[in-house]
């Protein structure tokens, strides 16, 4: 059996697909003449365009569901790299109603003139789906592009944003140009990204274009996958000196709050590599970050109005002019307007080193004040500027920024 066969082999991972490569293989004239050299490239071709294909039917990432409505395929299209000679590029997302109820989607409001927008205008039926299908220009030069579409659906208080991006190029790069981090083979741009805000029983999925800098076939798997993550790559494997998707999506949990980090440690053909770029070690994982705040969407009018409201007396503490080293405690005092007990599910700084005292749960029409401590040894002399962030059980100020100032000699 050839042996670059035999290795497209190995790398299918079910059943139907080693039995359509097998047949391949078995079709194949006696080695030797030239039909034999043209069939087994032909071959090849095919076998790497039917393993590739497979895996990505079969392992679909969580589709993400908005206000027990609607539920899109995705809510991110990554272009990747494209050239400005491509011209227009247009992408459709996918949304399914969910409800027992007819969904129609009201409007969709582009980011800028650059891009055009269609939608399904008839009401969508319960189980049946629509598509909002959108073209960008490609016309505003060689720099990364990053178009937003608002949509606003019938039965969900808040608006849908759904995004197009990518880096649009004057000239053809190669890959290693684009793609400078290297786990072995896998190419990337960079090592984290983010996901946005997730609000509580939902789920965000993005993604982001990834490279095999070889020339043979690349399996991408990954191990130690922080709970709540998923993340795949599709086609996988990655046909040789091609691009391809990494996809990732982290689903809510109670347990976490505001921001987080979540990581997967890649694996190439089995292996784990340390990352390397120009030369350098970059570590040996991708992390994804991630917002989780309350889920409000289902509340109704009069739930709103009896919820929490918390009135701060200051939105900022200023600590005047210090030496470095010097320990800041910022004071914090707030009054509950609201008819519902006020509760922040976490708080937390933007400062490498900081401590946040216990922040009572205030009932209505009580006071309630916290302290946060800076160590400010190592931070930076001049203007200093942190920012403390609330993430609360109010569903008109669901996240709170409090500042701290100063200035550190």
Request: glycine letters at 8%; proline letters at 6%; charged letters at 20%.
């Amino acid at each position: 059996m050839d042996a670059n066969l035999c290795y497209y082999f190995e790398l299918a991972t079910n059943v139907a697909t080693k039995i359509s490569i097998f047949a391949a293989i078995r079709s194949l004239p006696p080695a030797g003449n030239q039909q034999y050299m043209i069939m087994r490239t032909f071959a090849r071709y095919i076998l790497c365009c039917i393993i590739a294909l497979v895996p990505a039917v079969s392992t679909a990432l969580a589709q993400e569901r908005i206000g027990g409505i609607a539920e899109f395929d995705k809510t991110v299209y990554d272009f990747g790299d494209v050239m400005l000679s491509d011209g227009p590029l247009s992408c459709t997302f996918n949304v399914k109603n969910i409800s027992q109820k007819p969904m129609l989607i009201h409007s969709v409001v582009t980011s800028c003139g650059c891009t055009d927008v269609k939608w399904t205008r008839e009401p969508v039926m319960p189980g049946k789906s629509g598509t909002i299908s959108s073209v960008y220009t490609n016309d505003e030069g060689p720099y990364p592009f990053d178009k937003s579409l608002t949509v606003y659906i019938s039965g969900i208080g808040k608006p849908i944003i759904l995004r197009l991006r990518g880096i649009s190029h004057e000239k053809k790069l190669s890959l290693e140009e684009m793609y400078r981090i290297r786990f072995g083979s896998l190419g990337m741009k960079a090592l984290e990204m983010k996901c946005g805000n997730i609000e509580q029983g939902e789920s965000r999925s993005d993604e982001t274009t990834v490279a095999n800098l070889s020339g043979s076939p690349i399996q991408v798997s990954f191990t130690d996958v922080s709970p709540n993550l998923s993340v795949k790559v599709t086609p996988n494997p990655v046909p040789p000196r091609s691009t391809a998707k990494l996809q990732f999506s982290v689903k809510a949990d109670r347990s976490l709050w505001g921001k987080n980090w979540y990581y997967a440690t890649p694996a190439v053909n089995g292996k784990k590599y340390q990352a390397e770029e120009n030369g350098k070690n970059a570590g040996s994982r991708i992390g994804i970050y991630a917002f989780t705040k309350e889920n409000f969407s289902s509340m109704t009018k009069e739930e709103r109005d009896n919820a929490s409201r918390p009135i701060f007396d200051s939105s900022s503490y200023t600590f005047g002019k210090i030496k470095a080293g010097t320990p800041v405690d910022a004071s914090f005092t707030f009054k509950n307007t609201g008819k519902a007990d006020f509760k922040v599910f976490k708080a937390e700084a933007d400062a490498e080193s900081y401590s946040v005292g216990e922040i009572p749960v205030v009932k209505c029409g009580h006071e309630g004040s916290f302290k946060v401590r800076l160590d400010t040894a190592g931070m930076p002399a001049g203007e200093a500027l942190v920012i403390v962030t609330l993430t609360t059980n109010s569903p008109s100020r669901p996240i709170v920024n409090l500042f701290i100032t100063g200035y550190i000699e």
